[in-house]
């Protein structure tokens, strides 16, 4: 009897080898992609690129891509998978088994249901943009991890969408990618707005080759961004209760879904009095490119003796002079964690504290709802697009310093210390399902798929197999 309490205790452990994540946009720390620079952009480094017949969009769907890769970096390995909608299934095939094969030689438990999923949707007419992927299990020691390894962006166009709108799908699915390679979690209102900030930077970049016209960085803030105005939606966001600190409350932890579907509230619960999708957009998209923005101008502003801070400094330099590649990887309990709860001086915080030159996020967050709202006033929109016509966000500027390659040296991804592979990280117990979890940010969105089913489905059976042969043996 004791010999098989043991193998109970075998097949136990196993189990709990690597942790589970939430269902709902559950907290990731750590990412196995790479990040290189290149004087001139190389094939090596691109995306691998997979169509369905017929896909019109391609040449516009590299342009935006490339424009990302000269400015971030190239993020590998990465699939952008464009299926053109409303098509039949002979018309995806091909497509749908190269996607497939990527997806399964980087994660083994996904036998192309992904790609199968957007196929599905571009059959039904398409009109979805987003960036999934699953973590695996990084085998590092006594308590394995979760890593993100692979990128992949979906490209599903309706028949009616153009190829300038392609190409600035592209700069935001990409600039998610680019994202990803950081140490996480990040918030929701900085992994959206940053991409949105990303497309109005490069939005002067939009030459009419591919259709569309150029705007400057003023007139995308302005009526574009994805959501037809980033300064109208935070003014809109704000009006509707000017004494709701929005970003303080809900910016950071996006909730997918809803609590009848059974997912998790956030911590501070969900925004009320917003229509989910189009209103609470307002918060993640427009409100986070704004508040991006506002961290680069207070930036500039309290880092004057020192040269100050420009936008190009928020996105690639290294060090407390930036942003993005200061993030370090901070694990937060995986199936309760939220982006908020990271603590004052780690992570995200830490190093968006480190670039503003506030004390705290807390400090930086009050900071803007102070700006946004006086004496009960909400700020217009004219004040507001005044506000960002300073240092490198003056449509001169950007049109200059947006044509800046990047650079960095040294960069490295984010995956768990030796210290940390020692230690089991924060827990609730949920680390024994075997069920897959997923998160989706929808429409321009990344999802997240995990587990270590294979592996652990192989193992079970082992275990089974030296129950049994105990039990025999016993009897």
């Given at each position: ?45 691109a ?12 040449a ?14 190239s ?11 409303g098509?039949?299934d002979?018309?995806y ?22 790609c199968?999923q957007?196929?599905e ?16 299990c ?11 390894p ?9 028949t ?7 190409m600035y ?8 990618a ?5 140490g ?7 992994m ?18 591919h259709?569309?016209?150029s705007?400057?960085f ?6 574009g ?6 300064v ?32 998790m509230?956030?911590?501070?619960g969900?925004p ?8 609470t ?46 993030i ?15 603590p004052?001086?780690?992570?995200w ?50 049109a200059?310093l947006?044509?800046v ?8 991804p ?10 089991q990280g ?11 979890s ?13 587990d ?24």
């Amino acid at each position: 009897m004791l010999t098989i309490l043991v193998v109970f205790s075998i097949i136990q452990t196993t189990f709990a080898a690597c942790q589970q994540v939430r269902g709902c946009n559950g907290p990731e720390s750590y990412s196995k992609l790479t990040l290189t620079t290149e004087a001139t952009l190389s094939s090596a480094t691109a995306p691998t690129y997979v169509s369905s017949k017929d896909y019109a969009h391609l040449a516009a769907t590299k342009a935006g891509i490339d424009i990302v890769r000269t400015f971030l970096g190239s993020v590998q390995p990465t699939i952008v998978a464009s299926f053109q909608g409303g098509g039949v299934d002979s018309d995806y095939t091909d497509a749908k088994e190269q996607c497939g094969l990527f997806t399964q030689s980087y994660t083994p438990n996904d036998a192309g249901e992904t790609c199968a999923q957007a196929v599905e949707q571009a059959k039904a007419g398409g009109g979805q943009y987003y960036l999934s992927g699953q973590s695996v299990c990084y085998e590092c020691g006594e308590h394995d991890k979760k890593a993100y390894p692979a990128a992949q962006v979906y490209m599903i166009p309706s028949t009616t969408d153009t190829s300038s709108n392609l190409m600035y799908r592209a700069i935001h699915e990409y600039t998610h990618a680019v994202q990803k390679s950081f140490g996480m979690p990040i918030p929701g209102w900085m992994m959206e707005g940053g991409a949105v900030f990303m497309e109005c930077l490069m939005s002067n970049r939009a030459d009419g080759t591919h259709g569309g016209f150029s705007q400057t960085f003023s007139q995308c803030f302005t009526t574009g961004g994805g959501r037809a105005g980033v300064v109208k939606n935070l003014k809109r966001l704000y009006e509707k209760d000017p004494s709701k600190k929005w970003m303080t409350l809900y910016g950071a932890d996006r909730m997918c879904g809803s609590a009848a579907d059974g997912n998790m509230l956030p911590p501070n619960g969900v925004p009320p009095g917003l229509i989910e999708g189009r209103e609470t957009g307002w918060i993640y998209y427009d409100a986070g490119a704004y508040l991006l923005a506002f961290a680069v101008v207070k930036a500039n502003e309290k880092f004057a003796d020192d040269g100050g801070r420009s936008f190009v400094d928020l996105w690639t330099a290294q060090g407390k002079k930036g942003f993005w590649h200061s993030i370090e990887p901070y694990e937060l309990d995986p199936m309760t964690g939220w982006p908020s709860e990271v603590p004052e001086g780690k992570g995200w915080k830490k190093a968006l504290s480190e670039f503003t030159g506030y004390n705290s996020v807390t400090d930086f967050y009050a900071a803007f709802e102070k700006f946004m709202v006086t004496n009960g006033v909400v700020k217009s929109e004219a004040d507001l697009s005044a506000f960002l016509n300073v240092g490198s966000l003056t449509n001169v500027k950007v049109a200059e310093l947006n044509l800046v390659k990047a650079s960095f040296t040294g960069y490295q991804p984010r995956l768990p210390s030796e210290e940390t592979c020692g230690t089991q990280g924060p827990t609730s117990g949920g680390s024994s399902s075997l069920s897959p979890s997923s998160f989706s940010f929808s429409p321009s969105s990344f999802t997240t798929t995990t587990d270590k089913a294979n592996e652990m489905t192989v193992s079970i059976s082992v275990m089974i197999s030296l129950l049994m042969f105990v039990i025999l043996n016993v009897c």
